[in-house]
């Protein structure tokens, strides 16, 4: 039984070891790519597109609003 056991301890710790291994070999190769890319967007700028936007008159919307909602009382009351 005690060599099921050690068998299974060293599964378990090169399962483990190799995702380590793993795990640091992607995240110095996300490092090296943010760099790469870092120097590409230097190289090849995008160029950025202006979105105008028109500001709306909330005001006057809710004052609109509000008689709207006025007269529908004044209707349905019958006035």
């Known amino acids: 039984m005690s060599g099921t056991l050690s068998n299974g301890l060293v599964l378990l710790g090169m399962g483990m070891g190799f995702v380590l291994c793993f795990l640091t070999i992607l995240i110095f190769a996300m490092f090296i790519l943010k760099n ?3 120097y590409l967007n230097k190289l090849f700028p995008e160029a950025v597109e202006e979105v105008k936007t028109t500001v709306k008159k909330t005001a006057a919307n809710v004052d609109e609003a509000i008689a ?11 006035n």
């Open 36 to 38: 790469v890319v870092q």
């Open 68 to 78: 709207v909602a006025i007269a529908a009382i004044m209707a349905k009351r019958g």
